[in-house]
Each structure stands twice: as structure tokens, then as C-alpha cells.
């Protein structure tokens, strides 16, 4: 087990740079629409902050992958749950999606949706390149 929390600890601070990364874009594209002319001290620190642990949650729970003993399967669900709760309750938190079923239910629903459509491109693509590799070792 131990080893499993420091590979999580691991991966997180490889990629966390890329949460405050994102929210620099976003940010950014806001201001070119017009959406945002500022932000204060407050909210630029909050969104550095949480965009940070986003992405070190989201990179860290990989390695559920590694463990020997789920299956593909269960690892997903695992590895799924994780992403939406890290996802739904920082977003709640900073006030980026409003506390009320409609939005959280479509969050939730394009949640799921991006997540199966992601899931499905990386399965069908692992699998044939499992199949190439297979048929170049035969």
C-alpha cells in the first residue's frame, strides 16, 4: 500500500502544473471575450490553488491502474468516482458551477458522457496496438 501512496504522490507533483496551466487559458479566453475584465487577489489565489489540486488528484489517482489486483474494470470505476468527486466539489467550492440540480445534473451528465467517450478511444486504441504488437511477435 505504501508504495501505491507515494506513486500517487509521485504523479501529482509531476503534473500538477498543468491545473494553474488550464485556468491561466481559461482565464485568458475569458478576457478576450469580454466575459471577465478582473479578477481579485482572492479569486486568482482560489483558482491557482484548486486548479493545482485538480490536477494532482487527477494525475495521482493513475496509479489505481497499477494494482495488480482490480480488474480493468473496477479500476475505471475507481479511477471515474475519484475524477467526478475531485471535479464536483472543487467546482462547487470556488463557485465555478452553481449549486442547484440543473447544472450540477448536466455537469454530471457530460461528466459521465466525456468520460466513457475517452475511456472507449484509449480501450479501442490499447487494443489495437496490442493486436499489432501480438501479430508482429507471432
Known amino acids: 500500500m505504501k508504495k501505491y501512496i507515494i506513486e500517487f504522490l509521485k504523479?501529482?507533483?509531476?503534473?500538477?502544473?498543468?491545473?494553474?496551466?488550464?485556468?491561466?487559458?481559461?482565464?485568458?479566453?475569458?478576457?478576450?471575450?469580454?466575459?471577465v475584465q478582473t479578477f481579485t487577489v482572492n479569486e486568482v489565489v482560489l483558482g491557482i490553488f484548486s486548479s493545482t489540486l485538480l490536477a494532482y488528484i487527477a494525475a495521482g489517482i493513475t496509479v489505481i491502474y497499477t494494482i495488480d489486483k482490480l480488474s480493468p474494470f473496477s479500476a475505471a470505476l475507481i479511477h471515474g468516482v475519484v475524477l467526478y468527486l475531485d471535479y464536483i466539489l472543487l467546482y462547487l467550492f470556488n463557485g465555478w458551477l452553481q449549486s442547484s440540480l440543473k447544472p450540477i445534473m448536466i455537469f454530471t451528465v457530460c461528466f459521465i458522457l466525456g468520460y466513457l467517450i475517452i475511456w472507449g478511444i484509449v480501450f479501442v486504441a490499447t487494443r489495437k496496438c496490442t493486436k499489432k504488437l501480438n501479430e508482429s511477435l507471432n
Open 11 to 35: 504523479r501529482g507533483m509531476c503534473f500538477c502544473f498543468g491545473g494553474p496551466l488550464v485556468l491561466a487559458i481559461i482565464y485568458g479566453v475569458l478576457g478576450l471575450l469580454g466575459e
